[in-house]
């Protein structure tokens, strides 16, 4: 089973500091972006992996969607998003997404924002979705990168100027990574950008977008502490679809 790291209460509670979980989707600076690798949503069924507050469940609720799953591990997060959502159109239900099961050609869009580098294997959700959503549906995602994952994270270096630097290690070494992040022990798994992307067209997807997203120059000036994040990618972006048969 996944591990279950937002039901421990320090990460919980540290959790619930961020942008994104004050704000929303409009907490996340690559927002935009993500915004336009969605299709259209009215009268769409669409499939949250990851949902944690249900930010996505609302916005794509009130885009017109006609039925909204989301789903996550945490009890503490499914908790948190009914408390959050009035309305009808927004089901939300406690899942490993390790080991879904989804009926065949019954979604329209597969959505999930920073929630798969949690999974030791992704070919087995890969090949779920791929099965789940109907021809022409599509997969938009969010991850860590790479680049991110495969660096020392805890043991950033300063250059003599004071800035950090974070060096990649082992990237082609793929598995567990530990960091401490609002607790110890976090688990993230690390793979390689080839791997996220081959085990896409292993399971059927065609890659229709890919950003190794970074903030721009305006996005630093207001929220200096992302200058970080155009150094090297924290995360990258990516739509698939599923072709017409």
Not at 78 to 103: C, F, H, N, V
Not at 117 to 122: G, R, S
Not at 226 to 242: H, N, S, T
């Amino acid at each position: 089973m996944t591990q279950n790291i937002y039901d421990d209460p320090a990460f919980f509670a540290g959790y619930a500091t961020l942008d994104r979980s004050i704000k929303g989707l409009d907490g996340a600076p690559e927002w935009a972006k993500v915004q336009a690798m969605l299709p259209p949503l009215a009268g769409k069924q669409v499939l949250d992996l990851g949902c944690g507050y249900g930010w996505f469940c609302r916005y794509a609720r009130d885009a017109g969607a006609a039925k909204t799953v989301g789903l996550d591990v945490s009890t503490l997060m499914l908790a948190k998003a009914r408390e959050m959502t009035e309305g009808p159109g927004i089901e939300y239900r406690q899942e490993d997404l390790s080991a879904l099961q989804l009926q065949a050609n019954s979604i329209d869009l597969a959505y999930s924002s920073l929630a798969l580098h949690y999974l030791e294997d992704i070919r087995p959700l890969f090949a779920a979705l791929e099965q789940a959503l109907v021809p022409g549906g599509k997969l938009v995602f969010t991850a860590e990168h790479p680049i991110y994952t495969a660096a020392a994270v805890q043991a950033w270096l300063q250059d003599q100027t004071g800035q950090r630097s974070w060096p990649v290690n082992h990237y082609q070494q793929e598995g567990e990574r530990l960091s401490n992040w609002f607790a110890e022990g976090v688990k993230k798994q690390h793979r390689k950008l080839a791997t996220w992307i081959n085990a896409l067209i292993e399971s059927g997807f065609v890659i229709e977008k890919l950003d190794e997203w970074g903030p721009e120059a305006e996005q630093i000036a207001l929220n200096p502490g992302l200058a970080e994040e155009a150094e090297r990618p924290m995360i990258f972006l990516l739509a698939a679809g599923k072709p017409q048969r």
